[in-house]
């Protein structure tokens, strides 16, 4: 297969996956994520050198082209031109995820995290964690000193993804102590999702029948045992939250682990909790370590969304690749155990498929859920 040829099949597949953009936004994204992947970087300059190699058409066109797709509709050239509004392709990206899934596999995680670059952005991002890698399946950048509530942000893209997933599968929505919120944890339950948020040590919590409140940090000594239970946390009358609550402090650990869920204890294992650190090695992965977006010279948060919808297109192929890849010759492989990430050898994988004239490589989502749950006792 000639390199033409592959890019000609990528736009088929991103066009028939994205079908709400018109034609021209559809090609548009294949060939800026296409050269994203190809050159592991998202700066317009050399994704346009590549494909004007690649293609025989004028860098600058391209360049353009590319620059364009991030722009609103005013600053664009020409008249009729439209802006891609980047909300309408979170549940798109997320069912596209859904129709690679296993079949027979009923099960995904989610996980809620935030990343700043420098005092430029920051991101509020929505992942599917797989195989040590997150794919960005919504998100919302603000300002890096922008005040404010993130609340309308994280409510907003939970009921945008929330229909592309079946009702049947058990989602789990992952947080950090930073982002524990009463309204959160019932926006996730709104959705049909199970929260499994981490919450700090202070305040107090209850049996689900007792009257004696205790504090939180007197729950478990740092000597691995695990904790759970049904409790009313937080003494305060606004701020109660029935829930289970699971607890852990393991001896190399500087803090405890404790998660509110609305699981049932015998249901809920807090080992889940680990899968959390897999959006921390997504956000790397959009910057040093794939994309480079620590690079980019953009200061209009609008246009970095589009630059994110572009990035979320790359890694959701390449992670598919390297998850399949993985999958077949190390089904048992653990997160510890992994040299290389999924996203690195989904794009080794589509590098040498391309240098060696082969049919593009195109994966499926396989996760490793139960047999990446880490040890904690």
């Known amino acids: 297969m000639s390199h033409n040829e592959a890019l000609f099949q990528w736009m088929g597949i991103v066009s028939s996956q994205m079908r709400h953009l018109s034609k021209p936004q559809a090609v ?18 050399s994704i346009s050198h590549f494909l004007g190699l690649l293609t025989g058409k004028r860098q600058a066109n391209l360049r353009q082209r590319l620059r364009e797709w991030c722009y609103d509709a005013a600053d664009k050239r020409g008249s009729g031109r439209q802006e891609i509004r980047v909300a309408d392709s979170f549940a798109p990206l997320l069912r596209w995820i859904v129709t690679w899934w296993i079949k027979g596999e009923r099960q995904m995680v989610l996980a809620l995290d935030a990343t700043s670059l420098g005092q430029t952005f920051t991101v509020l991002s929505l992942s599917v964690v797989y195989r040590g890698c997150a794919i960005p399946v919504a998100w919302s950048i603000v300002a890096g000193s922008q ?15 929330s229909p592309a997933i079946p009702s049947r599968w058990r989602v789990l929505v992952l947080t950090d102590w930073g982002l524990y919120a009463r309204w959160l944890f019932s926006a996730i339950r709104q959705q049909g999702w199970h929260p499994f948020m981490r919450i700090n040590l202070q305040g107090q919590f209850r049996r689900a029948k007792a009257k004696r409140w205790r504090p939180l940090q007197q729950l478990v000594g740092q000597n691995g045992r695990l904790w759970s239970g049904k409790v009313v946390c937080f003494k305060t009358a606004a701020c109660q939250l029935p829930c289970t609550l699971l607890a852990c402090w393991m001896p190399q650990h500087a803090h405890p682990w404790l998660i509110v869920t609305d699981l049932p204890v015998n249901q809920a294992q807090i ?43 790359a890694t959701l192929w390449t992670v598919s690749v390297g998850g399949s890849y993985e999958a077949v010759l190390f089904p048992l492989l653990s997160s510890k155990s992994r040299s290389l990430s999924c996203l690195v050898q989904g794009l080794n994988a589509i590098l040498a498929a391309a240098l060696l004239h082969r049919p593009l490589p195109l994966g499926h989502f396989i996760p490793n859920y139960a047999c990446s749950l880490p040890l904690l006792c």
């Open 28 to 45: 548009t994204l294949a060939l800026f994520s296409f050269g994203m992947v190809m050159t592991r970087r998202c700066g317009m300059t």
């Open 147 to 161: 005040k404010g509530s993130w609340r309308p942000h994280w409510e907003a893209m939970l009921k945008l993804l």
């Open 271 to 313: 080992a889940w909790y680990g899968w959390r650190a897999w959006i921390e090695s997504g956000f790397k992965d959009v910057k040093r370590g794939g994309w480079h977006w620590e690079q980019t010279k953009m200061k209009r948060h609008e246009r970095a969304e589009r630059l994110w919808l572009v990035m979320a297109v």
